[in-house]
């Protein structure tokens, strides 16, 4: 799982894909909502991962289904697609999705080697050390 913060600046987060083909598509769909917004991230091999740097406009505390998008525009993806595939021409989809991660989207900092782990009550509640929790039992 990736973590993602609901911020407008530019985010880089890394995968080991499914197939080292660079694709232009990156497909969110909001867990919670059901919603897909695609968006066009800058995506580059590095290493035996692939880079992606973009700007994602995300909500505190969803979670997200990360996808790669191959657009059959192309024709040698067409092409090759086609020739493998047991389907008939007219049944073929314009699009194929790879799924990459999930992305969890928070303006905590987290960091496992630290001890510091997400709350979903930080700053919710807060204790109060003013009784002394003394019980008199009869």
Avoid at 27 to 45: A, C, G, H
Wanted: a negative charge.
């Amino acid at each position: 799982m990736k973590v993602l913060k609901p911020t407008t600046d530019e985010q880089t987060f890394y995968f080991i894909p499914q197939s080292y083909e660079i694709t232009e598509f990156l497909s969110l769909r909001d867990d919670q909502t059901n919603e897909t917004v695609i968006y066009t991230p800058t995506m580059v091999k590095e290493n035996d991962f692939i880079k992606v740097t973009g700007v994602f406009n995300l909500v505190e505390g969803h979670f997200y289904d990360a996808e790669l998008v191959k657009d059959f525009d192309v024709w040698n993806t067409n092409l090759d697609f086609w020739q493998l595939s047991q389907d008939n021409w007219d049944d073929s989809k314009p699009l194929l999705n790879f799924v990459v991660d999930k992305i969890f989207c928070t303006d905590q900092d987290i960091d496992q080697a630290q001890n510091k782990r997400y709350s979903i009550n930080k700053g919710e509640y807060q204790t109060q050390n003013t009784f002394d929790n003394d019980y008199i039992v009869l």
